[in-house]
């Protein structure tokens, strides 16, 4: 057995597994181990040991979800299950929310109206898509907005994940915001074509070639 409060303490065993000459496996019983479930320690030990690691692909819930939800599948970001304390929920939410990412991760169906409450409060309204029971007989995908947080059933059933999407558009972006969009976006070391292209995606008003002249005006500035 693994999970997070005895993985530290197995890491020396499966180690010595290995020197034994023996091969192992970890298994997850729903979905791709380390993203839902505890491994990733274990993992970079074997690495770090010599031990050749080999993923098998399977089940993944984030994915699956991105790719029948209907909102702009990436750049995305990856939250796993949220902390259970409000403050530290909201932090997540609003540090992450900055990146213009979309937003994905796993909730249980007792925290989901509190949870989009809060993510409606640190993120503004986004869409969402609320993925139940993903690749099951009863699959189903709610969509909506955050600003209808309240309209959430509190009867849903089975295994969760939450997609949301990146902010909505409200109109041509302005000089000052696609500056701000550049600063952060310099910080990757892309070249500035990569760049102005990325930020062209995700604004509206603004071609890559219009942005393209900013980036290199700021680059001279």
């Known amino acids: 057995s693994l999970h997070e409060h005895n993985e530290e303490k197995r890491i020396r065993k499966v180690l010595a597994h290995f020197d034994e000459g023996n091969d192992a496996a970890l298994v997850s019983d729903a979905g791709t181990p380390l993203m839902s479930d505890p491994g990733y320690r274990v993992v970079r030990a074997c690495r770090e040991h010599g031990v050749r690691v080999v993923p098998v692909p399977g089940p993944s819930a984030p994915v699956t979800a991105l790719s029948g939800c209907g909102l702009p599948p990436y750049p995305f970001t990856f939250l796993g299950f949220l902390p259970r304390k409000e403050g530290q929920m909201r932090r997540l939410f609003e540090v992450h929310g900055e990146t213009g990412a979309t937003i994905v991760f796993f909730e249980r169906k007792s925290r989901l109206r509190e949870t989009m409450h809060l993510a409606y409060e640190s993120l503004g309204n986004r869409e969402f898509s609320i993925c139940r029971e993903l690749t099951k007989d ?52 892309d070249k500035p074509k990569i760049i102005a292209r990325r930020i062209a995606e995700k604004v509206e008003g603004w071609t890559a070639k219009a942005v393209y002249e900013k980036v290199t005006e700021r680059k001279r500035a």
Request: charged share 35%; proline share 6%; no cysteine.
């Open 138 to 189: 009863y699959e189903e995908f709610i969509n909506g907005n955050l600003e209808e947080w309240s309209d959430i059933s509190e009867e849903l059933r089975g295994e969760i994940t939450v997609v949301i999407g990146p902010p909505v558009n409200e109109g041509p972006a302005s000089e000052e915001e696609i500056f701000e969009m550049i600063d952060v976006e310099m910080e990757s070391g």
